[in-house]
């Protein structure tokens, strides 16, 4: 059974930089992505990346989040940067084989999620 184990979450101000990290016990999967849900609110894609490195940006992720991998590591980043508060949410990383995309019903495998809170 894959695994995806995220870490790197935490709290941060307003303007700030967090970098997530998703390590995956098997590195089979073409896509992976970042979701992410706040309270209350639907889960949202965030971005996603194939296994050449081509990556997908939701609006709101575009010029200020990277994602990268790392494949000898089989890990997978998301850089966050000029941080808000509605960034403030659960984030999870996600793999499927399916395509690149910003739709949770793409991907089968699902990390436990991590929790990024974003001050004012």
């Known amino acids: 059974q894959v695994q995806l184990v995220e870490s790197g979450g935490g709290s941060v101000q307003a303007g700030g930089s967090l970098r997530l990290s998703c390590t995956t016990s098997?590195?089979?999967?073409?896509?992976l992505a970042w979701f992410r849900q706040a309270p209350g609110k639907e889960r949202e894609g965030v971005a996603a990346i194939d296994r050449d490195g081509t990556t997908y940006y939701a609006d709101s992720a575009k010029g200020r989040f990277t994602m990268s991998k790392d494949d000898a590591k089989m890990t997978v980043y998301l850089q966050m940067n000029s941080l808000k508060p509605e960034d403030t949410a659960m984030y999870y990383c996600?793999?499927?084989?399916?395509?690149?995309?910003?739709?949770?019903?793409?991907?089968?495998?699902w990390g436990q999620g991590i929790r990024v809170t974003v001050s004012s």
């Open positions: 098997e590195y089979t999967y073409y896509y």
């Open positions: 996600a793999a499927g084989p399916l395509a690149l995309s910003m739709d949770p019903g793409w991907y089968n495998i």
